[in-house]
């Protein structure tokens, strides 16, 4: 396993809160792990191992209804934490949704015990971490707007032009049902119905935009302005 104290660290804005004593005491008690991308970290039902801290990579939390449905509740990138691991470690529950390794990763995972002992020892940790889960929850409360006010259509046009790079994206029907917490036939008739407007040009794993101004149009003016 490579030695990411002085690489990674060194631009990890998580790392950048703490003083140099709090720093180290993260370093030499956390557990480092190296996770090639579709490793899973949990899964619902799993007891909270402790507290991950991605240093580079990348790792997505979602959840799975009843309905088997899948539905993307955020992204961890290098300097941040898992807001529902530290949730479960507060209250001492399982895990109620999954997460999965997207972008292989370097993550440094705090014990129970440890995490414990700087929330309640080391005043910058604390306001790191709390900082982290305050932003992260403004992030879910969007998603839970998403999904109760917008329309399928907006969120699935928003999704393609987030995605996409350099008009295409190498993607399937099933990973943007995943992300916007549908089903898979729900996302292809929809797309269908945009090949059939001339908006995109459907082939197996790969999506091209031919119109982005009328794809645009479908996403709302809202959701242009917001990522303009």
Do not use: W
């Not at 995943?178 to 929809?190: D, H, I, W």
């Amino acid at each position: 396993m490579k030695d990411f104290d002085e690489t990674a660290i060194a631009d990890n804005r998580l790392f950048d809160a703490l003083d140099e004593t709090t720093c180290r005491r993260v370093l030499e008690g956390g557990r480092r792990m190296t996770m090639p991308a579709g490793t899973p970290v949990f899964a619902p039902g799993d007891e909270c191992q402790g507290l991950p801290l991605v240093i580079e990579g990348e790792i997505r939390v979602q959840m799975i209804g009843a309905s088997g449905n899948e539905i993307v509740l955020y992204r961890i990138q290098g300097g941040e934490m898992c807001p529902l691991s530290l949730g479960c470690l507060l209250s001492r529950n399982s895990h109620q949704s999954e997460a999965i390794v997207e972008k292989d990763s370097e993550v440094l995972v705090l014990s129970p015990a440890l995490t414990t002992e700087l929330m309640d020892q080391a005043v910058c940790f604390r306001q790191a971490i709390l900082e982290s889960y305050g932003q992260r929850l403004q992030s879910l409360m969007l998603v839970i707007e998403e999904v109760a006010f917008r329309r399928l259509d907006e969120r699935l046009a928003e999704k393609l032009v987030e995605r996409q790079f350099q008009g295409q994206l190498a993607v399937t029907h099933q990973d943007l049902a995943v992300e916007l917490g549908t089903a898979r036939e729900v996302v292809s008739r929809l797309l269908k119905e945009f090949e059939r407007r001339g908006l995109v040009r459907l082939e197996r794993g790969c999506i091209t935009i031919s119109d982005r101004d009328a794809l645009d149009r479908v996403r709302g003016d809202t959701a242009k302005d917001r990522t303009a």
